[in-house]
Nanobody, 122 residues
Framework: QVELAESGGGSVQAGGSLRLSCAGP????????MGWFRQSPGKEREGVAS???????SYPDSMKGRFTISKDKAKNTLYLQMNSLTPEDTAMYYC????????????????WGQGTQVTVSS
């Protein structure tokens, strides 16, 4: 069983920034598609960003501009830099990994972390 461990969540004022991290086994970062998802109470889980095995990022149109995904293979860590946060960004954020980009984006990734809570106050 692969363990992905998120960290970096917390409480922040609107307009602030946070950087989330996701640590896991080395081979995940060199071979898998990885991504960040979020879910808030009463809402469906939504994709935030993804990165290919070669580091190429992808974002849904709704997430472009404020969020930046990156990974550091040397540190076996995936990051999500979030800027200009709004209360609508409040959610549990999860990292995920899969060998298939399609499975990742439809929310059926093979591996998931436990999540880290982000709370943005107005």
């Amino acid at each position: 069983q692969v363990e992905l461990a998120e960290s970096g969540g917390g409480s922040v004022q609107a307009g602030g920034s946070l950087r989330l991290s996701c640590a896991g086994p080395e081979y995940i970062y060199s071979s898998y598609y990885m991504g960040w998802f979020r879910q808030s109470p009463g809402k469906e889980r939504e994709g935030v960003a993804s990165v290919d095995s070669d580091g190429s990022p992808s974002y849904p149109d709704s997430m472009k501009g404020r969020f930046t995904i990156s990974k550091d293979k040397a540190k076996n860590t995936l990051y999500l830099q979030m800027n200009s946060l709004t209360p609508e960004d409040t959610a549990m954020y999860y990292c995920a990994a899969d060998l298939s980009r399609r499975r990742l984006w439809i929310g059926s990734a093979m591996y998931w972390g436990q999540g880290t809570q982000v709370t943005v106050s107005s």
